[in-house]
């Protein structure tokens, strides 16, 4: 037998070896079982060696009825002993007992596999159930939302169109405005000429001035020193005239009145030269203040110059900037309006 197990196994587990194997365990007094058998054996997966086991199970009565007849027609052909018969026996009930509960509890296992299975599918007939509601609602939501679409797409044409004439009318006010740029710019350009013009002809009448009035400060303060020359000189001559007429006191009451006459004259001269020169300052000082109104009202014209072309450049960068902005701002102002409509349906 552990030949024909072994002659067996190149080509896998036959159900002779796992009779016999069976057999060998209730010979031992074993209970033959899956896992025993296919230690006995050395190999062999439980599905192969279960259904091989139980064909021997439901052949052992049988064949342990025909051993039994046999012994009690011949005994001496029986080569089973009546105790090792005795325990075969014991063991089939045990196995009959055995196979009778293991059926009994794969019975309850089912049903309860069953029941669980029915209570699952319940509860996915109440799922469905509720997923229908679901989606009849969310249909409901979606007509809904499609009516609303809809409306949305027509207003959106709507405002298509109302834009599209806006953006007409809005490149005719560019139009204008760019007109009304190059007239600014052609007035802006012959105002800057006619500044520079006229600042080129203040300018040369401000040298003009300053160069008069240069000569003539120089004239004056040439006759001014002249005059204090003058002056000093007369003073001295005074001085000189008086320490004679100290000295000569004496003299002739006629040259006495000469002298008086001479000193009178002397101081007449001295006064009108202190007039001549206190006129030449004032002349002086009135060329000074023209020369700085004149300085003055050049500073202002250029300061106007420059604060009309800031002016000018002010406007220009402002009309500009609103060439450039009031499209992008229209652009704008329909993307918040299309934006704002799916929220508001």
């Known amino acids: 037998m ?8 190149s080509r896998g587990i036959q159900e002779p070896q796992v ?46 009825g025909n051993d039994s007849g046999a012994a009690a027609q011949s005994p ?35 049903r309860r596999e069953i029941e669980l299975k029915a209570a699952g599918l319940e509860d996915q007939q109440a799922q469905l159930r509720q997923r ?7 249909r409901g939501s979606l007509e809904s939302a499609l009516a609303s679409s809809r409306q949305a797409l027509e207003s959106v044409k709507g405002q298509l169109s109302e834009a599209s004439r806006l953006q007409d009318s809005a490149q ?16 802006l350009d012959a105002q800057r000429l006619e500044q520079r013009a006229a600042m080129t002809v203040r300018e040369e009448a401000l040298k003009e001035a300053q160069a008069l009035h240069t000569a003539r400060e120089h004239r004056l303060l040439g006759d001014i020193d002249r005059e204090r ?13 008086h320490k004679l007429r100290t000295r000569n006191e004496e003299e002739d009451a006629s040259k006495l009145e000469a002298e008086r006459v001479a000193t009178r004259n002397a101081e007449k001269l001295a006064a009108q030269l202190r007039a001549d020169l206190a006129a030449r300052s004032a002349e002086l000082a009135q060329l000074q203040a023209q020369m700085r109104s004149t300085q003055q009202t050049h500073d ?6 420059a604060a009309e072309e800031r002016a000018h450049e002010l406007t220009r960068d402002l009309l500009a900037n609103a060439l450039a902005t009031k499209p992008k701002e229209r652009k704008e102002a329909r993307g918040r309006k299309s934006a704002a409509r799916p929220r508001s349906s």
């Open 76 to 110: 001496t052909t029986n080569a089973m002993p009546p105790a090792l018969l005795q325990v075969a026996h014991q063991l089939w009930d045990a196995a009959r007992a055995q196979a009778a509960k293991t059926q009994a509890q794969q019975a309850e296992a089912l």
């Open 229 to 241: 020359l003058a002056a000093r000189q007369a003073t001295s001559e005074l001085a000189k005239e």
């Open 132 to 138: 229908e509601v679901a989606f009849e609602h969310t």
């Open 300 to 305: 202002e014209a250029r300061t106007r110059l």
């Open 172 to 187: 005719g006010e560019i139009r204008r405005l760019r007109e009304s740029l190059a007239q600014a710019q052609a007035q």
């Open 19 to 64: 009779w016999a194997a069976a057999d060998q365990l209730l010979a031992e007094g074993l209970r033959p079982t899956i896992e025993r058998v296919r230690q006995k054996i050395g190999r062999g997966s439980p599905n192969t060696v279960s259904p091989m086991l139980e064909r021997w199970f439901a052949t052992l009565g049988k064949r342990l």
């Open 2 to 9: 552990e030949q024909q197990m072994e002659s067996g196994s």
